[in-house]
């Protein structure tokens, strides 16, 4: 009998738990993004890669708040990744 009822107990909790960890996403609200860009030298590469950053942002309606830029070199250039963080304008 103390079994049953700390199973329903234990049930009960993990239910309760799960509903009030399951909020709506809130309109307006931040998210990060990631572009790239890839050419043969390091400037043009980051020059894409901005403005692949500048066309997510816009479609998402967004301006961006944070960046990381990170390129490397590879066999046919540079390749630079950004990762940013778009809020609501």
């Known amino acids: 009998m103390r079994y ?3 199973l329903t107990a ?4 993990t239910v309760a738990a799960a509903v009030g960890f399951a909020e709506p996403a809130q309109a307006g609200t931040c998210q990060p993004v990631k572009a790239k860009g890839v050419a043969k030298d390091l400037a043009t590469a980051t020059i894409f890669a901005q ?3 500048k066309q997510t942002a816009k479609s998402l ?4 708040t944070q960046t990381s830029t990170n390129c490397v070199p590879g066999p046919t250039g540079y390749r630079c990744k950004i990762s940013a963080v778009v809020c609501p304008k």
């Open 10 to 13: 234990v049930v009960i909790a």
């Open 4 to 6: 049953k009822v700390a």
């Open 51 to 53: 403005a692949d950053l």
């Open 61 to 64: 309606g967004g301006k961006v």
